[in-house]
C-alpha cells in the first residue's frame, strides 16, 4: 500500500481566497493559527504512512521478521488517515453550512 503523497502542503487552497488576497491568520491563544495546525497533522499522517511503508518493505525484502510491529505500524498509519480524513469531512461540512447562511 502506497502512501498518498502530499505535495504543496503550504499551497493549499484554504491560504488564498478566490478574491486573492490572504486571509488573516489569527492565533488565538494557542500561538498557532488553524491552518498550521492542519498542516502539522497533515504531516504527521504523511509520516506515519511512510513508516509503514518503510517497515512493511523491510518485511517483503526480509531484512527483519517483525511481522507484529510492521502490522502494527500498518495500523496507526490507517488510524491516522482515517482520522485525517473525518476533520477534512468536518471542515468541508463547515464551511459548507457557513456558505448556505443568508445574511
Given at each position: 500500500?502506497?502512501?498518498?503523497?502530499?505535495?504543496?502542503?503550504?499551497a493549499?487552497?484554504?491560504?488564498?481566497?478566490v478574491?486573492?488576497?490572504q486571509?488573516?491568520?489569527s492565533?488565538g491563544?494557542?500561538?498557532?493559527?488553524?491552518?498550521?495546525?492542519?498542516?502539522?497533522?497533515?504531516?504527521?499522517?504523511?509520516?506515519?504512512?511512510?513508516?509503514?511503508?518503510?517497515?512493511?518493505?523491510?518485511l517483503?525484502?526480509?531484512?527483519?521478521?517483525?511481522?507484529?510491529?510492521?502490522?502494527?505500524?500498518?495500523?496507526?498509519?490507517?488510524?491516522?488517515?482515517?482520522t485525517?480524513?473525518?476533520?477534512r469531512?468536518?471542515?468541508?461540512?463547515?464551511?459548507?453550512?457557513?456558505?448556505?447562511?443568508?445574511?
Amino acid at each position: 500500500m502506497s502512501p498518498l503523497p502530499i505535495s504543496g502542503v503550504g499551497a493549499s487552497p484554504w491560504a488564498t481566497p478566490v478574491g486573492g488576497t490572504q486571509a488573516p491568520r489569527s492565533t488565538g491563544q494557542g500561538g498557532r493559527s488553524f491552518a498550521d495546525t492542519l498542516q502539522q497533522a497533515m504531516e504527521g499522517v504523511d509520516q506515519s504512512q511512510h513508516r509503514a511503508d518503510d517497515k512493511l518493505a523491510e518485511l517483503a525484502a526480509g531484512q527483519t521478521p517483525d511481522l507484529h510491529g510492521t502490522m502494527i505500524a500498518l495500523q496507526e498509519a490507517d488510524i491516522t488517515l482515517r482520522t485525517m480524513v473525518s476533520v477534512r469531512d468536518k471542515v468541508v461540512d463547515a464551511y459548507q453550512q457557513l456558505m448556505n447562511m443568508q445574511i
